[in-house]
C-alpha cells in the first residue's frame, strides 16, 4: 500500500502560478508512474501529466508548455509546476501511483486531492 500527500493548492489569479507536491510513502516499488490528474464539478477525472521513474512524461495537450511535472532524487515526491493559469484550470488535482510491471499496472493509489481555483 502506498499513501499520497498532496500540498500546494489554492487561489490564484490568471495568468500566475503554483506548484503541487506529492509525497508518496508506503510499499513504492522503483519501477512506477506517478502523476496529477484532475476533476472540476461536473466534469470526468482527467489526467493533466505523468512521470515515469525512468523520466519520461506525459502531458494534456491542453497544459503543454504551461505546466511541468518533476520528481526528487529519492522519486518519492512529486511536483507540478503551474504556470500562466487559466480559470479552466480551476479543479481538484489528485496524485496517482501505479507500480508498473511488464505493460500492466498495479498497486493503483490516489491522494485526498488538492483545490487548485484561478479566479480574479
Known amino acids: 500500500q502506498v499513501q499520497l500527500v498532496e500540498s500546494g493548492g489554492g487561489l490564484v489569479q490568471p495568468g500566475g502560478s503554483l506548484r503541487l507536491s506529492c509525497a508518496a510513502s508506503?510499499?513504492?516499488?522503483?519501477?512506477?508512474?506517478m502523476g496529477w490528474y484532475r476533476q472540476a464539478p461536473g466534469k470526468e477525472r482527467e489526467l493533466v501529466a505523468n512521470i515515469r521513474n525512468g523520466g519520461s512524461t506525459d502531458y494534456a495537450d491542453s497544459v503543454k508548455g504551461r505546466f511541468t511535472i518533476s520528481r526528487d532524487n529519492a522519486k518519492t515526491t512529486v511536483y507540478l509546476q503551474m504556470n500562466t493559469l487559466k480559470p479552466e484550470d480551476s479543479a481538484v488535482y489528485y496524485c496517482?501511483?501505479?507500480?508498473?510491471?511488464?505493460?500492466?499496472?498495479?498497486?493503483?493509489?490516489w491522494g485526498q486531492g488538492t483545490q487548485v481555483t484561478v479566479s480574479s
Open positions: 508506503g510499499n513504492i516499488f522503483s519501477n512506477n508512474v
Open positions: 496517482r501511483y501505479r507500480r508498473i510491471i511488464g505493460s500492466l499496472y498495479f498497486d493503483n493509489s
